[in-house]
């Protein structure tokens, strides 16, 4: 026996596939999103360079900035030294003074006032123990909201 389905209305097998699979890219393409933050705001890092790295002295070295491509304060950036391939923790600059980034003293020269980082400001290094400075420097600085290296000197004493 043939029974016969009068009246009936739903959505056919395949109409209801190709909606489950849309919803599912739809879904997945928003989670892409959030988790890699393509919507973030974030400013990209700034590109430039140091100029001259030159010896002051036995236990001092002094590192100056060259041209950057936007205004770049000193307090969105960070410093480490590396000594023959061993470096230390990177630390915040500020805007002008001292600030000890592992066992050495780093002097901030900010010529401008401005807190920005210009040609011709400086970075002195020396040997917080005012030991001599032997073998190969590099000197880094560091984009703090992503961590990206901005520019580095180098310089065997």
């Known amino acids: 026996m043939m029974s016969k389905r009068m009246g009936r209305s ?6 209801a596939t190709i909606l489950l699979v849309g919803i599912t890219v739809v879904l997945s393409s928003v989670l892409y999103v959030m988790v890699t933050e393509l919507g973030s705001n974030s400013p990209p890092p700034p590109s430039g360079a140091f100029g001259i790295a030159e010896k002051v002295s036995n236990d001092t070295m002094k590192v100056s900035f060259g ?10 950036c960070k410093v480490t030294i590396e000594h023959d391939g061993n470096s230390a923790t990177a630390v ?11 066992p050495y ?3 901030i020269t900010d010529l401008g006032g401005d807190g920005r980082i210009s040609p011709g400001d400086h970075l002195t290094v020396s040997n917080t123990n005012g030991g001599s400075m032997n073998g190969k420097y590099t000197v880094y600085l560091i984009w703090a909201q992503d961590g990206s290296v901005i520019a580095s000197a180098s310089l065997n004493m």
């Open 10 to 15: 739903g959505v056919s097998p395949i109409i």
């Open 67 to 76: 041209s950057f491509n936007k205004d770049t304060d000193f307090t969105d």
């Open 92 to 102: 915040a600059l500020v805007s002008s003074g001292n600030i000890t980034v592992g």
């Open 105 to 107: 003293n780093v002097m």
